[in-house]
């Protein structure tokens, strides 16, 4: 996630959710032996930041509406 008000907005735009299965990943593909210092942070804080800041607007949405829901991390 590099667009955290793209994020808030589109949650925002429904209905609470009363679970949220987690789950992000992006990759740069090319041998493990050729990945950059440059690809692992790209990597990693792409992942990091997707499953952060989608929690984070979904569990808003849910406190907001009074939603007793359910976050799944994977």
């Given at each position: 996630?590099?667009d955290?008000?793209?994020?808030?907005?589109?949650?925002?735009?429904?209905?609470?959710?009363?679970?949220?299965?987690?789950n992000?990943?992006?990759?740069?593909?090319r041998?493990?032996?050729?990945?950059?210092?440059?690809?692992?942070?790209?990597i990693?804080?792409?992942?990091?930041?997707a499953?952060?800041?989608?929690?984070?607007?979904?569990?808003?949405?849910?406190a907001?509406?009074?939603?007793?829901?359910?976050?799944?991390?994977?």
């Amino acid at each position: 996630v590099t667009d955290t008000a793209a994020v808030n907005a589109a949650i925002s735009a429904r209905p609470a959710f009363a679970i949220l299965v987690n789950n992000a990943v992006t990759h740069r593909p090319r041998p493990f032996l050729e990945v950059t210092g440059d690809d692992y942070d790209v990597i990693t804080t792409l992942i990091q930041r997707a499953a952060f800041f989608t929690a984070h607007a979904v569990a808003r949405s849910m406190a907001d509406a009074g939603v007793k829901g359910t976050i799944i991390p994977i």
